[in-house]
């Protein structure tokens, strides 16, 4: 039996949850919270492996733990951490990692390329990235960015100094890209090899050099649905594009009447297209005292304002990896607030809801759903 679920799937200050709606995407029940009282910084599905999801989980007492579903959340496995080797029936025993690789937080999961079906990557804080082959029963470093000749520039952002995105660029297989507070962005084409810092364009406004190769405080990157050589950008200093795959970078927030802000998302299905929530960069509130989301579009080169500023007034806030699409037509946007909201839009924007549950401070969102 096929599978048509919407599921999206939220990291929290109190554990993760695992909410489930049919393609409508009118009522959700909701599942959870699992791993409960713990920081889960991320909440991430496997889609090579339908109902297989990981879960970034950090105790304030017992440190950094990965998590690791089977079944959407029904039963819960603790997996090797890159802190945390173990030895299992399908790998060989590996050795504790470097003093100089130690781990505070686990930041963002990535499950690798279908070519790639036991891979999985990591990045954490301080900023390092990780790589298993064998779906984290062991973890090796790549030295190629964690030992960077730039690495004595890069300093830590107000979260830490977190590797938060990694991107693979499906036209070009060996392509990847990270992100890192504060360091910027870097871009592999020898699959994790060797990295580039694509910092070019990028203000630092923060710094006596506002334009260094490495330093800048990106707090998240997407790649456009159609062409991954498009990506966009929300830095701490302003909202980015750019349209050779992060060689150069140009501003395009300024229309905005403030375009700092934490999170962007695109939509496969909306190409060339891409959602924001800018925020007030002192408080770190969405703008103006009320619910927004701001949708960019490379077509009219133009911003438009996608929420009716009456419907949710008060102080909402957004962390990093807090906005997400899904793969549906018409396309899915959620939205979930440091303070515990869920917003979202069944329709690409035009129409806004809000789950009626108090989650507890919402660290990220993603969604799986057919044909992710």
Request: glycine share 10%; net charge positive.
């Given at each position: 039996?096929?599978?048509r679920?919407?599921?999206?799937l939220?990291?929290?200050?109190?554990?993760?949850?695992?909410?489930?709606?049919?393609?409508?995407r009118?009522?959700?029940?909701i599942h959870?919270?699992f791993?409960?009282?713990d920081d889960?910084?991320?909440?991430?599905?496997?889609?090579?492996?339908?109902?297989?999801?990981?879960?970034?989980?950090n105790?304030?007492?017992?440190g950094p733990?990965?998590?690791?579903?089977?079944?959407?959340g029904?039963k819960?496995?603790?997996?090797?951490?890159?802190?945390?080797?173990?030895r299992?029936?399908?790998?060989?025993?590996?050795?504790?990692?470097?003093?100089?690789?130690?781990?505070?937080?686990?930041?963002?999961?990535?499950?690798?390329?279908?070519?790639?079906p036991r891979?999985?990557?990591?990045?954490?804080?301080?900023?390092?990235?990780?790589?298993s082959d064998?779906?984290?029963?062991?973890w090796?470093?790549?030295?190629?960015?964690?030992?960077?000749?730039t690495?004595?520039?890069w300093?830590p952002?107000?979260?830490?100094?977190?590797l938060?995105?990694i991107?693979?660029d499906?036209?070009?297989?060996?392509?990847?890209?990270?992100?890192?507070?504060?360091?910027?962005?870097?871009?592999?084409?020898?699959?994790g090899?060797?990295w580039?810092?694509?910092?070019?364009?990028?203000?630092?406004?923060?710094q006596?050099?506002?334009?260094?190769?490495?330093g800048?405080?990106?707090h998240?990157?997407a790649l456009?649905s159609?062409?991954?050589?498009?990506?966009?950008?929300?830095?701490?200093?302003?909202?980015?594009?750019?349209?050779?795959?992060?060689?150069?970078?140009?501003?395009?927030g300024?229309?905005l009447?403030?375009?700092?802000?934490?999170?962007v998302?695109?939509a496969?299905q909306?190409p060339g297209?891409?959602?924001?929530?800018?925020l007030?960069s002192?408080?770190?509130?969405i703008a103006?005292?009320?619910?927004?989301v701001s949708?960019w579009s490379?077509?009219?080169?133009?911003?438009?304002?996608?929420?009716?500023?009456?419907?949710?007034?008060?102080?909402?806030?957004?962390?990093?990896?807090?906005?997400?699409?899904?793969?549906?037509?018409?396309?899915g946007v959620?939205?979930g607030?440091?303070?515990?909201q869920l917003?979202?839009?069944?329709?690409?924007?035009?129409?806004w809801d809000?789950?009626p549950y108090?989650?507890?401070g919402?660290h990220?969102?993603?969604?799986?759903s057919?044909?992710?």
């Open positions: 039996m096929v599978d679920k919407v599921r999206a939220l990291g929290t200050r109190k554990g993760s949850y695992v909410l489930e709606s049919d393609a409508k009118k009522k959700w029940r959870g919270p791993q409960t009282g889960v910084f991320h909440v991430q599905s496997d889609p090579r492996h339908p109902g297989t999801i990981y879960a970034a989980v105790n304030g007492w017992w733990m990965l998590m690791r579903s089977r079944n959407w029904g819960w496995t603790e997996i090797s951490t890159p802190q945390t080797p173990r299992s029936k399908r790998s060989a025993p590996v050795e504790a990692p470097s003093p100089q690789y130690p781990i505070k937080n686990i930041w963002h999961i990535a499950p690798g390329r279908p070519s790639e891979t999985v990557f990591l990045g954490v804080d301080p900023a390092s990235l990780w790589r064998d779906e984290g029963d062991s090796a470093p790549l030295p190629g960015l964690n030992d960077h000749p690495r004595s520039k300093n952002g107000a979260g830490g100094m977190c938060h995105t991107l693979f499906p036209s070009r297989p060996k392509r990847m890209h990270v992100g890192i507070s504060a360091a910027g962005t870097f871009r592999s084409d020898d699959d090899e060797h580039t810092p694509t910092n070019r364009g990028v203000i630092a406004g923060f006596p050099d506002r334009h260094p190769e490495v800048q405080c990106v998240k990157v456009d159609a062409n991954p050589s498009t990506m966009y950008r929300q830095d701490h200093c302003g909202i980015y594009v750019s349209h050779n795959a992060a060689d150069s970078w140009t501003r395009v300024r229309r009447e403030d375009d700092f802000g934490m999170g998302a695109t496969p909306l297209e891409a959602f924001f929530v800018p007030d002192m408080p770190r509130l103006d005292g009320h619910f927004q949708r490379e077509k009219t080169r133009a911003w438009s304002t996608l929420v009716d500023k009456r419907k949710w007034p008060g102080g909402f806030g957004m962390h990093r990896e807090g906005i997400a699409t899904d793969a549906m037509n018409p396309a959620y939205v607030t440091t303070t515990g917003f979202w839009s069944a329709d690409g924007g035009k129409r809000l789950v108090q989650f507890p919402i990220s969102v993603e969604v799986a057919p044909g992710t």
